[in-house]
């Protein structure tokens, strides 16, 4: 995406919503597709996105980060739970360079960087997608307005983030739940505030092993809560360390029934226990609740088409690839085991730097067979390229005869299969219309300037054609269309501009 115009780029995908009913059926399977192999017509049938971020969370956005500030036109769909899992934290002192700051507060910022960088974010439900064929296809509800849209990209990052199980007990969370306040799923991120406090661990992964070993090192005692009679942590030699440290108690056959509290914080657990032929009750004082019962990542809508482990999270292969061409993953959707902001941060890097590679291998496969610049075959086949402004006027403002302003760029794959069938217009309606082209990124050319001259609002997408007729623009057309759909549209400007509106 070399010498990308932003704002361009931008409103191509501002104009996503113009997409209807793109969901491709295909009979290619994952792994067919290769960058060699993604044919220009793919490319040019609409107008796609470079790269489409899923996820608003910390992996998403610093993916975001990356890629805006390489230039390249970044579209992230933020989801329902803005900011991801460590806005959910309300004191967090292991994101570098910020002690004990609010999750909400790190993420804003680094959205805000994100937004900065030139990133464009919408805020959308994705609910399907099509990952077998290039371009990818992404059916989104908007949650601003509840509009679907169908969103093409030539290539994406997931990250989606997981969620993580709760025991849905009362005093958990909700209005009367003590969740963060004093009920977590992450000693790293909360524990500090429990130095010297009783805490209770609940589950029997590795993930509550861990969590209990760095408690330990904090609160005055650890209660570890777990379901079953055993363990089904596999490190064993963690486990014999945890069952040997002297702050260290386990009650096995047990669950959480409720948390109790005192309003502000958390005071008591109620525990029911499996006895032998019976259930028993236990009230046991507790300042914290830290829950390691496993989580499920969002990845059900990539089932059949990304590969995923047992349960459910992607399986990554080469550095953040998921193995599907042009499909990365980042943070918490591919990674079980650290579940950290800053391992998500890092994923979310290395993804955007392998999405850049990726596009910059696909892009030189596409142009390779298409014209270089498209000036140079549009003047060879009767249509004007404007080179400076003063030609603005005389070729479209004071013309007289109608005019059909094609505006491209030339990273724009859609603009490129629109030469033929613009030069093919220009060739049957010679002698009535005048067809002229101008590149929206050329420096000395000021677009916004030269279409409010002709009483025209700035252009926000490419391909854009606009009609115009006695020196004002009379219809615009957003996005490429066949030959047959302009022809009409230009024969019905050239009987009676007042139909215009009803072609095409
Ligand atoms: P796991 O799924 O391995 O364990 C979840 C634990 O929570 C189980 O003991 C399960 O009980 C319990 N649990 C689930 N639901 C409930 C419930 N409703 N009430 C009470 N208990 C419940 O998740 P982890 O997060 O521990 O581990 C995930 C993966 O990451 C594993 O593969 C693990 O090995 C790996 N990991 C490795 C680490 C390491 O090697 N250092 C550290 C952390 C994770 P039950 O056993 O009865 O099903």
């Not at 994101?95 to 609010?102: K, T």
């Not at 009367?176 to 130095?195: I, Q």
């Not at 995923?308 to 959707?333: K, M, N, W, Y």
């Not at 623009?473 to 019905?492: A, F, H, M, N, P």
Request: proline share 4%; aromatic share 6%; glycine share 10%.
């Amino acid at each position: 995406m070399k010498n990308a115009n932003r704002n361009v780029i931008f409103g191509l995908v501002a104009s996503l919503g113009v997409f209807s009913g793109c969901l491709q059926s295909t009979n290619q399977k994952r792994g067919d597709v290769n960058p060699a192999s993604i044919t220009s017509e793919a490319l040019a049938s609409d107008s796609i996105v470079p790269v489409v971020v899923l996820g608003g969370g910390v992996a998403g956005l610093t993916a975001a980060i990356y890629l805006a500030q390489a230039n390249i036109p970044t579209l992230v769909i933020e989801g329902p739970k803005p900011g991801g899992a460590l806005s959910q934290s309300h004191a967090v002192r292991n994101w570098p360079g910020a002690y004990n700051e609010s999750g909400l507060d790190i993420v804003q910022k680094i959205k805000n960087h994100a937004l900065v960088c030139g990133a464009k974010i919408i805020q959308g439900h994705v609910t399907a997608v099509n990952l077998r064929s290039i371009p990818l296809v992404f059916e989104v509800d908007s949650l601003v307005d509840g509009k679907p849209m169908s969103i093409k990209a030539v290539s994406c990052i997931v990250a989606m983030g997981a969620e993580p199980n709760f025991l849905n007990i009362p005093g958990e969370r909700g209005a009367d739940g003590y969740w963060g306040r004093g009920v977590s799923n992450c000693a790293v991120c909360d524990g500090f505030f429990f130095k010297g406090k009783r805490v209770i661990v609940v589950g029997g992964g590795d993930s509550a092993v861990e969590e209990a070993h760095y408690l330990a090192d904090i609160a005055q005692s650890v209660t570890v809560v777990v379901r079953k009679g055993a363990f089904r942590a596999k490190d064993i030699r963690a486990l014999d360390r945890l069952l040997a440290r002297k702050n260290i108690t386990v009650r096995y056959n047990a669950q959480l029934e409720e948390i109790k509290g005192d309003g502000s914080r958390v005071t008591e657990i109620r525990l029911q226990k499996q006895g032998a032929g019976r259930i028993e009750h236990e009230t046991i004082k507790a300042d914290g609740v830290f829950l390691a019962i496993g989580s499920h990542p969002n990845t059900d809508l990539f089932k059949g088409q990304i590969p995923l482990d047992e349960r459910g999270f992607i399986i990554l292969q080469d550095h953040q690839s998921t193995g599907v061409p042009g499909v990365f993953a980042a943070g918490d959707i591919a990674d079980p085991f650290f579940v950290q902001a800053i391992t998500a941060a890092g994923d979310g890097c290395r993804a955007a730097l392998q999405v850049k590679r990726y596009l910059e291998s696909t892009e030189s496969v596409l142009t390779s067979s298409l014209p270089q610049k498209i000036s140079e075959r549009c003047v060879r086949a009767g249509v004007v390229e404007i080179e400076r402004e003063e030609e603005f006027k005389e070729l479209v403002q004071q013309s007289k005869k109608p005019v059909f302003l094609d505006l491209y760029a030339n990273w724009c794959f859609p603009c490129k299969r629109m030469v033929k069938i613009v030069e093919k217009l220009a060739n049957d309606f010679a002698d009535q219309v005048s067809f002229v082209k101008l590149d929206v990124q050329k420096e000395s050319l000021d677009t916004e300037k030269l279409l409010a001259s002709i009483h025209g609002r700035a252009v926000y997408s490419v391909p854009t054609f606009i009609l115009v007729k006695n020196g004002r623009e009379v219809r615009r057309i957003d996005g490429s269309r066949d030959y047959e759909i302009l022809k009409k549209i230009i024969e019905t400007m050239l009987e009676d501009q007042k139909n215009l509106a009803l072609v095409g």
